[in-house]
């Protein structure tokens, strides 16, 4: 397994997980059809998305399943984390 392969698709699995919650965010202020369409354009995506991957290399897989899984806690982590306020 070779450990760059791995480190580049943990990389490549969280942006995958950040595009994707950033556009059903976006498409769930949507209207109802266009909400409707827009979830199942990017289901299929996804659907082909992991296909793809999963005909790789397990190093592939493994990182690709390694950046997606961290990614949600640490986005949350991140999102959490008291701002400093600015002095003027």
């Given at each position: 397994m070779d450990v760059l392969t791995v480190l580049a698709l943990a990389a490549f699995g969280s942006t995958a997980y950040l595009t994707t919650?950033?556009?059903v965010k976006w498409l769930n202020q949507q209207a109802s059809r266009t909400k409707v369409a827009?979830?199942?354009v990017v289901g299929m995506v996804l659907?082909?998305?992991v296909g793809t991957i999963a005909n790789a290399s397990?190093?592939?897989v493994i990182?690709?399943?390694v950046g997606a899984g961290i990614?949600?806690?640490v986005h949350r982590w991140i999102l959490q984390r008291p701002r400093p306020?600015?002095?003027s």
């Open positions: 919650l950033s556009a827009g979830l199942v659907c082909a998305f397990e190093s592939v990182g690709f399943i990614t949600p806690p306020v600015a002095s």
